[in-house]
């Protein structure tokens, strides 16, 4: 089992830029794959970026490339999302997942991704 545990989220006007982070705990941060996911009111949770276990590689999604930068640091136990140029549709609860056995690649499909946090919530007014 591991637990995690998003911070950072909160209000900024668009154009502006917040960085995310998800804290680890309970098992060995770099046995997992890492991926962070968004859901709108009223929209499927979505895919937006993950991270590989060794932190060199990266996947976003469509929407996010070129202003959504994920990156880890094994030794902190730590995942971040930094987010720059935000959009009002970024407007959602941001959530991090984590997964023991499966390749970042494959984290862009949301069914069953072992853990999840608890979700920070981003706003972006315009």
């Known amino acids: 089992q591991v637990q995690l545990v998003e911070s950072g989220g909160g209000l900024v006007q668009a154009g502006g830029s917040l960085r995310l982070s998800c804290a680890a705990s309970?098992?060995?941060?770099?046995?997992?794959?890492m991926g962070w996911f968004r859901q709108a009111p009223g929209n499927q949770r979505e895919f937006v970026a993950a991270?590989?276990?060794?932190?060199?590689?990266?996947y976003y999604a469509d929407s996010v490339k070129g202003r959504f930068t994920i990156s880890r640091d094994n030794a902190k136990n730590t995942v971040y999302l930094q987010m720059n140029s935000l959009l009002p549709e970024d407007t959602a609860v941001y959530y991090c997942?984590?997964?023991?056995?499966?390749?970042?690649?494959?984290?862009?499909?949301?069914?069953?991704?072992?853990?999840w946090g608890q979700g920070t919530q981003v706003t972006v007014s315009s």
């Open positions: 309970g098992r060995p941060f770099n046995n997992y794959a």
């Open positions: 991270i590989s276990r060794s932190g060199t590689t990266t």
């Open positions: 997942a984590a997964d023991r056995s499966r390749a970042a690649q494959t984290m862009n499909n949301i069914q069953g991704l072992d853990y």
